[in-house]
């Protein structure tokens, strides 16, 4: 093998690199939480570019999940078995505080600013096991939630509740829980009405027949007992789930929450549930996505019986800002090979692609919208942080957010809004570094850290799980034409219509465009009716998320 070859494009360390990233951290961050984290976040971008890392991602990859169900003597065996890369991975996520650090306060208002920058450079290498950490942070919201709330009426749930708190939100990987998030059946996922699952009130004597199991950590296993199927379940390997279920009393679906395991002496079998088969996927391959049949699984019920879609929202709304996050994370490690590559391939004319007009103006287009999309993921991210660490009087005084009255709208309405267009923007923006790349770009790369086709096929499912792209404009309808909806509405147009203001003063800025968008969405969402705005509802979604990006770019 003589003659050319290639030579090898090097990532630097994106903390340093990636000026869109960096931006967003100064614009959201006050300069002395900035220079606290500066130290953390370098090491960071080194570690995940690190050989231990890159090993364990490459593992992961590599030796995807398996089920086994019989033994070779034909007796049940029901196990899952994910490789080492991909606990590792975990295990480093743990660490790093990746949801931990959402629950340690440490940076008050900017808390969930901070915490979200470390999955972002975590995006790219981490293999997906974000999924998971995704809906423990959601489980762990939930249960702050309810606790704070004073909703666990029952001492024996409350107890269980706070154990399952402690460890959803633990840095020591030999303590720590994931969480699972099971809602979608074969009936459907973007509405759950036809959910066939069946929880059922156990009497005192059956719940204590079988005392001698436990969930991993020692507690009761729950007064339900639920059967039903599960269609997909991707953090399989967790060790606590919260899911949907009907109860023999109410025909809509009721939260209900869970081990995944239990355990009697040194015996640790799966709950009730039976894993039917892994599912065959574009990418997420190391995820261990599973139907699930549940059979005798014992759980707790929370909340209101029949409002379970609302009881579980504080999961749905933590998980699609880790998906809106998870977007630009892959974004920025695809910008990132492409910017390695066009430095070291030279094209005709023997000049490197980094000096070639026509591709660098294809790569500034990317760069742009990637830009655009890190400003406001990152604005929900800023509101997520003030709802949670702020009363009313003690908002942090920001140009960024000068009425308080407007977080909490803002970020109800921004969230689904965010998740969808960042999906969406992700797609785009990965194939467009295959292409960047040429042929190479297409190929399953051999170095891992390099394997844009890889974080591709990946990308996909952002635009699907955690609600589609029009079920997500429906939820906007929701909002906007809902309960609460003049609120909404007066939070949206007044925040862009006070930085418009502002930034005309500041910086002389003509932003008449703007505002003629932001008069129509208001005269369109005031005049139509909610099922004329259903149909428009890629158009808000576009409409809302260009005036957002515009004023924060
Ligand atoms: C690495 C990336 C990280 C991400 C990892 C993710 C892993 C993937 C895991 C999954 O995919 S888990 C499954 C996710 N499934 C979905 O996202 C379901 C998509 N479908 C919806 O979101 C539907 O809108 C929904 C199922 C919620 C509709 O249910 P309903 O019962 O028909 O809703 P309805 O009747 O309109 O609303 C019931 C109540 O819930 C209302 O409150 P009120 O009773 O007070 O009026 C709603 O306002 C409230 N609600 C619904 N969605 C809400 C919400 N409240 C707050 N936030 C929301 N998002
Ligand atoms: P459907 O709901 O049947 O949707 C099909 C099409 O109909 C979509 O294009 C949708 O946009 C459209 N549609 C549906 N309703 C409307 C409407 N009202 N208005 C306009 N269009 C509509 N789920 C879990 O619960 N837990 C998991 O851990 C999990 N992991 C997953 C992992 C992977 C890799 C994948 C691919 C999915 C996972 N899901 C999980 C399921 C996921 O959340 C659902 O696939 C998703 O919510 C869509 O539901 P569905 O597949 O039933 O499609």
């Not at 994931?178 to 996922?189: A, D, I, L, N």
């Not at 969930?215 to 390997?237: E, Y």
């Not at 999961?315 to 977007?327: D, F, G, H, K, Q």
Request: proline share 4%.
């Amino acid at each position: 093998t003589t003659g050319f070859f290639q030579a090898k494009p090097q990532l630097t360390n994106q903390y340093h690199e990636d000026h869109a990233f960096r931006r967003a951290l100064d614009l959201f961050l006050p300069a002395q939480t900035r220079t606290s984290i500066d130290s953390e976040f370098s090491q960071l971008g080194d570690k995940v570019l690190s050989p231990q890392v890159l090993f364990w991602l490459r593992d992961a990859e590599v030796h995807q999940p398996t089920l086994v169900l019989r033994d070779s003597f034909g007796s049940p065996r029901n196990e899952l078995i994910t490789s080492e890369g991909w606990r590792q991975l975990q295990d480093f996520g743990f660490r790093e505080g990746m949801v931990a650090t959402g629950y340690e306060g440490k940076y008050g208002h900017h808390t969930r600013v901070v915490q979200f920058a470390k999955i972002h450079l975590f995006a790219g290498s981490s293999s997906t096991v974000t999924c998971p950490s995704a809906m423990q942070d959601g489980a762990a919201k939930l249960i702050m939630t309810f606790l704070a709330d004073g909703r666990a009426n029952d001492p024996t749930l409350e107890a269980v509740l706070q154990r399952a708190y402690k460890r959803l939100t633990s840095r020591d990987p030999t303590f720590a829980w994931t969480s699972g998030q099971w809602m979608t059946e074969r009936t459907g996922g973007s509405d759950v009405s036809g959910t066939e699952t069946r929880a059922t009130p156990l009497s005192e004597s059956q719940i204590h027949a079988d005392d001698a199991w436990t969930a991993s950590d020692g507690s009761p296993l729950g007064p339900f007992s639920v059967d039903g199927f599960k269609w997909f379940s991707s953090a399989t390997d967790a060790n606590m789930c919260f899911f949907l279920a009907k109860t023999p009393t109410s025909e809509r679906v009721s939260l209900f929450f869970g081990p995944v395991r239990r355990l009697k002496g040194d015996s640790l079998e799966f709950n009730g549930i039976f894993p039917q088969r892994l599912k065959n996927k574009l990418g997420t391959k190391a995820l261990p996505t599973a139907e699930l049949e549940l059979k005798g699984m014992r759980a707790y019920m929370l909340g209101q019986e029949g409002a379970g879609t609302k009881e579980i929202s504080p999961i749905l709304n933590i998980t699609r800002v880790y998906n809106a996050v998870s977007s630009v994370g892959s974004m920025a490690r695809g910008l990132a090979i492409s910017r390695a590559f066009a430095r070291v391939r030279t094209v005709a004319g023997g000049q490197p692609l980094m000096n070639t007009p026509a591709h660098v103006r294809s790569m500034a287009i990317q760069h742009v919208e990637y830009r655009g999309q890190t400003m406001i993921v990152y604005f929900i991210t800023y509101l997520l942080g003030i709802t949670e660490h702020s009363s009313s009087t003690s908002q942090p005084n920001s140009p960024l957010l000068e009425n308080s009255a407007w977080t909490a709208p803002l970020l109800r309405i921004l969230t689904p809004v965010v998740k969808a267009m960042s999906a969406a923007a992700a797609v785009d923006g990965l194939r467009a570094c295959m292409e960047s790349m040429g042929g190479l770009g297409y190929l399953e790369n051999e170095d891992v850290e390099l394997n844009v086709a890889k974080i591709y096929r990946d990308t996909n499912v952002l635009t699907i799980w955690e609600g589609t792209t029009d079920v997500l404009a429906a939820d906007t309808v929701r909002v906007l034409k809902g309960r609460g909806a003049e609120q909404a509405l007066k939070a949206l147009a007044g925040w862009a219509q006070n930085i418009v203001r502002n930034h005309e003063s500041k910086f002389g800025l003509s932003l008449k465009r703007v505002i003629v968008e932001i008069q129509d969405l208001v005269t369109l969402v005031q005049r139509k009716n909610p099922h004329e705005l259903l149909y428009l509802g890629r158009d808000l979604l576009d409409s809302i998320s260009w005036i957002v990006i515009t004023l924060l770019l």
